[in-house]
T-cell receptor
Framework: AQSVTQLGSHVSVSEGALVLLRCNYS??????LFWYVQYPNQGLQLLLK??????LVKGINGFEAEFKKSETSFHLTKPSAHMSDAAEYFC?????????????FGKGTKLSVIP | DTGVSQDPRHKITKRGQNVTFRCDPI?????LYWYRQTLGQGPEFLTY????????KSRLLSDRFSAERPKGSFSTLEIQRTEQGDSAMYLC??????????????FGEGSRLTVL
């Protein structure tokens, strides 16, 4: 079975500091991996995705993530945090097999940005 | 551009009552998904429709839950004889086929259910 684990349910960073949100995956097949973001009172939206092309994936709002097979990781980074980045971030993996297309999400990491 | 719309946004009910949630997907998205999110957890898959056909159901979807998408457009999720454990945010998402296959879903804002 495919799964993702997010390390840290809550991360606080100062405005302008590096953002690093951790995600490790488990999969017996090459995975499709995703980061979704949920801003307060809004629906989840796709931030970026990895689908076996380039290992460094760039997303919206200056975020990027690097797929590292040797570490089974897909950590999300942003060089300089902005107040507007405060949100909950979910790592997800796509299960696809026998016509099934399910996203399995991690538990989420809530990012707080301190002015 | 109209996004995924869910109604009601909030529902408070007493244990044992039935509730129904409605989801209107993005126009021309033929795939529709229901997820459930409880406090401190990520969204969990419940069920998936392609057009009007319900192609997959999670074992989380007990026999008290039923979902329909009668004309391949909007969908309803009904919970019968609600229990306190049903309290959660119910999320609807849609996608066109090419993007659904690669995990790109468009989510609504959710319907929050509180069972007293």
């Amino acid at each position: 079975a495919q799964s993702v684990t997010q390390l840290g349910s809550h991360v606080s960073v100062s405005e302008g500091a590096l953002v690093l949100l951790r995600c490790n995956y488990s999969s017996s097949v090459p995975p499709y991996l995703f980061w979704y973001v949920q801003y307060p009172n809004q629906g989840l939206q796709l931030l970026l995705k990895y689908t076996s092309a380039a290992t460094l994936v760039k997303g919206i709002n200056g975020f990027e993530a690097e797929f590292k097979k040797s570490e089974t990781s897909f950590h999300l980074t942003k060089p300089s945090a902005h107040m507007s980045d405060a949100a909950e971030y979910f790592c997800a993996i796509l299960y696809s097999g026998a016509g099934s297309y399910q996203l399995t999400f991690g538990k989420g990491t809530k990012l707080s940005v301190i002015p | 551009d109209t996004g995924v719309s869910q109604d009601p946004r909030h529902k408070i009910t007493k244990r044992g009552q039935n509730v129904t949630f409605r989801c209107d997907p993005i126009s021309e998205h033929n795939r529709l998904y229901w997820y459930r999110q409880t406090l401190g957890q990520g969204p969990e898959f419940l069920t998936y429709f392609q057009n009007e056909a319900q192609l997959e159901k999670s074992r989380l979807l007990s026999d008290r839950f039923s979902a329909e998408r009668p004309k391949g457009s909007f969908s309803t999720l009904e919970i019968q004889r609600t229990e306190q454990g049903d309290s959660a945010m119910y999320l609807c998402a849609s996608s066109p086929p090419s993007r659904g296959d690669t995990g790109e879903l468009f989510f609504g804002e959710g319907s929050r259910l509180t069972v007293l």
